[in-house]
């Protein structure tokens, strides 16, 4: 199973990105899916989960600034980042569970000045 994560870039502090993540329609549907963020030297960490029935979850972090979404007849799980700081840089990737555990390849979001 093969996601598809886009949308990463550089932005400036304050400023906001979209990620937007595809996976295969046959496994989207049952799973939850979740982006995840990872700088060098750290482990990866949740940022934001959306499961199932579109209960939400997200890191401490990111409360109140990052939006989960998920559209069920795109088959694609969006990520609304918003009021971005340098802390937000990292390599964001896209993930699907427990039913068919699969990652996506990663997109770089770069926040500075």
């Known amino acids: 199973v093969q996601l598809q994560a886009s949308g990463g870039g550089l932005v400036q502090p304050g400023g906001s990105l979209r990620l937007s993540c595809a996976a295969p329609g046959s496994f989207f549907r049952s799973n939850t899916m979740g982006w995840y963020r990872q700088v060098p030297g750290k482990q990866r960490q949740l940022v934001a989960a959306?499961?199932?029935?579109?209960?939400?979850t997200y890191s401490d972090s990111v409360k109140g600034r990052f939006s989960i979404s998920r559209d069920n007849a795109k088959v694609t799980v969006d990520l609304q980042m918003n009021k971005l700081t340098p802390e937000d840089t990292a390599v964001y990737y896209c993930?699907?569970?427990?039913?068919?555990?699969?990652w996506g390849q990663g997109t770089l979001v770069t926040v500075s000045s």
């Open positions: 993930r699907m569970w427990p039913l068919a555990d699969a």
């Open positions: 959306i499961d199932s029935g579109g209960g939400t």
